[in-house]
């Protein structure tokens, strides 16, 4: 079984902290995606790498930046943690032409800032 | 702009079958996934139509029309372990480019 996991299931953090999320998966996939959850509004893409040291921004970058300089690890880092940043983020994995649209989660981290 | 539109909440019976439906907006559309996603859960994959018509997986069937920009997911002998959300993706030229819709609550009564 494809297997993400994520560092933490719960944070808490004050506003202006630096944070990293990090997310590792096993199945040698070279897509890893990080998104937020917020409630009403789906899944929403902060960042994507389609491998070792490549990255793409989503639709919701701003904050935000990424690490990969590993295959198997996709870290998240938010620079100076505001309270909006409050959310479930989510990692994700997918090979990299699977025709399935198919992407594997972690857990989550729900996150608080205070 | 580029969305996907399911309606926000769905309730049924136990037993019953109910339909889950996402209309779409998207440029280089590929394929339409479907995600499920228990409270406190990790969304898990569901299926994907890259063709028009029916794909079925046990008692979860989805379908797409691409004419009509449409899809929708159908459970069948609801259960209720089925209470979940479910989310429909779509887009995806490239990965990057898939998008999600907002999400779907499906509440099964006994």
């Known amino acids: 079984d494809v297997k993400v996991t994520q560092s933490s299931r719960y944070l808490v953090k004050r506003t202006g902290e630096k944070v990293f999320l990090e997310c590792v998966q096993d199945?040698?996939?070279?897509?890893m995606f990080w998104y937020r959850q917020d409630p009403g509004l789906g899944l929403r893409l902060i960042y994507f790498s389609y491998d070792v040291k490549m990255k793409e921004k989503g639709d919701i970058p701003e904050g935000y930046s990424v690490s990969r300089e590993k295959k198997e690890r996709f870290s998240l880092i938010l620079e100076s943690a505001s309270t909006n940043q409050t959310s479930m983020y989510l990692c994700?994995?997918?090979?990299?032409?699977?025709?399935?649209?198919?992407?594997?989660f972690g857990p989550g981290t729900r996150l608080t800032v205070t | 702009g580029q969305s996907l539109e399911q309606p926000s909440e769905v309730t049924a019976v136990e037993g019953a079958i109910v339909q889950i439906n996402c209309t779409y907006q998207?440029?280089?559309?590929?394929?339409l996934s479907w995600y499920q996603q228990h409270d406190g859960g990790a969304p898990t994959f569901l299926s994907y139509?890259?063709?028009?018509g029916l794909e079925e997986t046990g008692r979860f069937s989805s379908f797409l029309s691409r004419s009509d920009s449409y899809g929708y997911l159908l459970l069948q002998e609801l259960q209720m372990k089925d209470s979940a959300s479910y989310f429909c993706a779509g887009g995806g030229s490239s990965a990057s480019k898939i998008i999600f819709g907002s999400g779907t609550r499906l509440s099964i009564r006994p």
């Open positions: 994700a994995s997918s090979p990299w032409a699977s025709g399935r649209d198919e992407q594997y």
């Open positions: 998207t440029s280089g559309f590929y394929g």
């Open positions: 199945m040698d996939h070279e897509n």
């Open positions: 139509n890259a063709l028009d």
